[in-house]
C-alpha cells in the first residue's frame, strides 16, 4: 500500500503536471475575433483604388447625372499595363469604381441604358469592369469593385423602384466577373441630380432604411461569401478610418465594434487634384515621402490603405503619378526588407510553455506567438542582438485571431549603459489622434506613443537608434496579451520620383496691384493672398466677388481651395463664374458643383476654353451647412 506521504507527493505531482498542460494551451479568445476573409485582407495592407469614368472626360468630381455616355472613349485603355503597374510597385490587389455617383455604369448592365454600350468606344462593345477583372486574374492580383449607392442619373432614385435598379448591379458585378475581394459602398446619401430629367434635390434619409443594407449584406455573402464589404451602414466587414488623406483618425485604434470585429481602412489619392483624372495634375502629384507618412498613419496604425490612381482620357496612368507609385513602393520594400530583431535571443518575464515562449516574436512566423499565463495584462520581453544595430521603426502584431487585447506598451533601448524609452507608453484616456483638417498632420507622423497594437502598429522613431538590447513592456492589456511580431527596422532615405514628360500645368496669374469688389470685396484679397488660412466670407448665399486684372489675360481655368480651418458652414459647394472685358458685360463661362467637400477639401481646378478677359466675377451660389459663402483660395489660371 501507498504511504499517506507518499500519496500526497503523487497527488501534488498530478496537480503540477495538470497546471503545466494547462498552460501549454492556447488562451481563449478574447472579445470579437475577426474573420479568416478579414485576417487575410489586413495582411493584404495597401491596394489602389481606381477612377475612371465619365468625370474623367468632365473634369468633374461628383458628375450631375446628366452627362452623355458618348463622352466615354479612351483611346489607349490597357487594364492589364495598369494592373502590372500596380503589382510591381508591391500592391495586392485593385478596386475599380463600375459605377459613381453619376450613375454611369461601365458594364454592359441590364439595370439601366446609362451603361458602356452608349459609348462609342469598342463600338459599344467594350467593358471595364471585365477587362480589369481579366487582367486581376492574368496576373494573380486581387479584383474589387466600387459602386455608388447614390445614383444621380436614376429616375427611380429616392424611390422603392431604385432597389431593384441597384441590387441588379450588385447581382451583375459579383456573379459575372470571378471572385470578388471587396465591395465598396460609400456614404452618399442622396441630393440634387438629374433624376431622368426630373432635376430635383432628393433626399433619401437614413441610408440603412433605404437601402436595406441588412438584405444587401445577405445577398453578398450568398453570391460572394469571402468577399469583404466595406461600409454599409456598418453592417459590413471594413469602414472608413475617417480621412480622405489617407490616414486613420483614431488612434488608439480598437477593432472591436458593437460585439463584432471591424476593420479600418483609410483612402487617398496619389494627387492632390482628387479622385478623378484632372488636367494639370501632374504638378499635384503627391512625392514618396508624403506617401511613405501616409502609410505610417494608415496601415502603421492597424488600418489598411486603398491608394487611388486614376487613368487620364486615353486610358492610361499619368506618368508623375506612376513614377511616385514606383518610387514609393522601393521605399516601402526596404524598409521592411530587414527586420534587425529577426531570430534574436528573447528572455521575458513569464510564458504559459515552449509553444508561447518569447522566441516567437523572432522567429519571422507571424502565426506563432508569445502569450504569458492568464490573468497576466502586463509583461516584458528584453530581446539580447547579435551585434549592435541601427533603426528607427518598431513594429508590433497581436495573434489578431484570438483578438485585440493592448491598451499600451512601451520600448526601451539599451543605451550607453542604461535603459533609454524611446516608445513612451500611451495613458488611459488620452489618444493620438490628427489634428483638425487643413492643419498639417504630417509633422505627427514621427515619434508618438504605444497604445493599441492589433494587426500591426508601427512607430517612427524621433531618431534613430543604435543597440543591441531591446526591451518591450506590454504595460495595460484587457487580457493576457499575445505578440506574434516584435521588428525593429530602418526607414530608408526619402526617394525621388522620376522626371517625367508630362504637362507642367497652367500658369497661376500674378494678383499683385489687382483691385476686388462685390460683397465683402474688402477681403476678397484674402482668397489670393496664398494663405490657406485665411478667407474670403459673406454671410450670405448666393454672394460674389469680383476681380479687376487691370490688363487683359488668357484665362482657360480656376482652382478653387474651400475653407481650410477644419469647418463647413458656408463651404462654397456649387459656383458661377463669370468673365469681362470691359466690367459691364458678362459671359458665363463656367458653372457648376464641386463635389465631395466634407471629405475631402482640397483644391479642385475647374477649366474651360481659353478666352480673353480683364475682369472676373466668383459667385458662391450653394453652400454647406446653411447661409454664408467663402473661399480660401482662387488661383487664376492660364494656358503656358
Not at 461628383?62 to 510591381?88: Q, R
Not at 493620438?432 to 506613443?449: I, M, S, T
Not at 472676373?616 to 482662387?634: I, K, M, N, P, Y
Request: a neutral charge.
Amino acid at each position: 500500500m501507498f504511504s499517506k506521504q507518499l500519496l500526497r507527493n503523487w497527488s501534488l505531482g498530478l496537480l503540477c503536471a495538470s497546471a503545466t498542460l494547462q498552460a501549454a494551451e492556447a488562451p481563449a479568445a478574447y472579445g470579437p475575433v475577426p474573420t479568416e476573409q478579414q485576417v487575410n485582407w489586413l495582411r493584404m495592407e495597401w491596394y489602389a483604388f481606381v477612377h475612371f469614368g465619365l468625370n474623367t472626360y468632365t473634369n468633374k468630381e461628383w458628375g450631375y447625372g446628366d452627362e452623355s455616355p458618348t463622352l466615354f472613349n479612351p483611346s489607349s485603355f490597357d487594364a492589364e499595363t495598369i494592373v502590372k503597374t500596380f503589382k510591381g510597385a508591391g500592391m495586392n490587389g485593385m478596386i475599380y469604381t463600375a459605377k459613381h455617383h453619376d450613375g454611369f455604369c461601365t458594364w454592359p448592365t441590364e439595370s439601366t441604358e446609362h451603361n458602356i454600350t452608349q459609348a462609342p468606344w469598342k463600338n459599344g462593345k467594350g467593358d471595364v469592369v471585365r477587362e480589369f477583372a481579366d487582367a486581376c486574374k492574368k496576373h494573380d492580383f486581387a479584383f474589387g469593385t466600387y459602386l455608388s449607392p447614390w445614383d444621380r442619373n436614376c429616375a427611380e432614385y429616392g424611390k422603392p423602384g431604385y432597389l431593384d435598379v441597384y441590387y441588379k448591379q450588385i447581382e451583375e458585378l459579383l456573379t459575372n466577373y470571378g471572385p470578388i475581394f471587396e465591395i465598396w459602398f460609400d456614404g452618399a446619401m442622396g441630393g440634387d441630380g438629374y433624376y431622368g430629367g426630373a432635376r430635383q434635390n432628393r433626399n433619401i434619409g437614413k441610408a440603412d432604411t433605404y437601402y436595406n443594407y441588412e438584405q444587401v449584406v445577405k445577398n453578398i455573402r450568398k453570391l460572394q461569401p469571402d468577399c469583404i464589404i466595406w461600409g454599409a451602414a456598418g453592417r459590413g466587414d471594413a469602414t472608413w478610418a475617417g480621412s480622405e488623406q489617407g490616414y486613420a483618425r483614431n488612434y488608439p485604434l480598437w477593432n472591436s465594434r458593437n460585439g463584432k470585429w471591424i476593420c479600418d481602412e483609410a483612402d487617398t489619392p496619389i494627387n492632390h487634384r482628387g479622385w478623378f483624372w484632372h488636367p494639370g495634375q501632374a504638378s499635384a502629384v503627391k512625392s514618396p515621402e508624403h506617401l511613405m507618412k501616409v502609410y505610417l498613419m494608415s496601415v502603421g496604425r492597424g488600418a489598411n490603405l486603398i491608394l487611388n490612381v486614376a487613368p487620364d482620357r486615353s486610358g492610361r496612368l499619368d506618368p508623375a503619378d506612376v513614377a511616385s507609385l514606383q518610387a514609393f513602393g522601393k521605399m516601402r520594400r526596404e524598409l521592411l526588407a530587414k527586420d534587425y530583431a529577426l531570430n534574436a535571443k528573447v528572455v521575458t518575464s513569464e510564458a504559459r510553455g515552449k509553444k508561447y515562449n518569447g522566441s516567437r516574436l523572432t522567429d519571422g512566423d507571424i502565426e506563432s506567438y508569445w502569450c504569458p499565463e492568464d490573468g497576466t495584462t502586463s509583461a516584458t520581453a528584453e530581446l539580447q542582438l547579435e551585434k549592435p544595430v541601427t533603426f528607427d521603426v518598431v513594429r508590433l502584431r497581436e495573434q489578431i485571431r484570438l483578438g485585440q487585447r493592448v491598451e499600451a506598451f512601451q520600448v526601451d533601448a539599451w543605451v550607453n549603459g542604461e535603459w533609454k524609452t524611446i516608445v513612451y507608453p500611451g495613458l488611459p484616456g488620452e489618444n493620438e489622434n490628427a489634428p483638425a483638417r487643413g492643419q498639417d498632420w504630417l509633422k505627427f507622423v514621427r515619434g508618438g506613443k504605444g497604445y493599441t497594437i492589433g494587426n500591426q502598429v508601427m512607430r517612427w522613431l524621433a531618431e534613430p537608434v543604435t543597440t543591441d538590447k531591446v526591451r518591450l513592456t506590454i504595460t495595460r492589456a484587457k487580457a493576457c496579451p499575445c505578440i506574434s511580431e516584435f521588428s525593429l527596422l530602418m526607414m530608408p532615405a526619402a526617394e525621388q520620383a522620376a522626371p517625367t514628360t508630362t504637362e507642367s500645368g497652367d500658369k497661376v496669374l500674378d494678383s499683385r496691384g489687382w483691385e476686388f469688389g462685390g460683397f465683402a470685396g474688402n477681403m476678397a484679397h484674402l482668397a489670393f493672398d496664398g494663405k490657406a488660412d485665411t478667407m474670403w466670407q459673406h454671410g450670405k448665399t448666393p454672394s460674389h466677388f469680383r476681380v479687376d486684372m487691370k490688363k487683359a489675360y488668357t484665362l482657360n481655368g480656376f482652382a478653387y481651395l474651400p475653407r481650410q480651418d477644419g469647418k463647413t458652414q458656408g463651404m462654397t459647394s456649387r459656383y458661377r463664374f463669370e468673365i469681362s472685358m470691359d466690367g459691364s458685360n458678362w459671359k458665363v463661362v463656367s458653372e457648376g458643383e464641386f463635389g465631395n467637400l466634407r471629405a475631402n477639401p482640397v483644391e479642385q481646378q475647374i477649366s474651360f476654353p481659353a478666352q480673353k478677359a480683364r475682369y472676373v466675377r466668383f459667385f458662391s451660389t450653394a453652400a454647406l451647412d446653411g447661409s454664408g459663402s467663402s473661399v480660401a483660395e482662387l488661383k487664376l489660371l492660364s494656358p503656358r
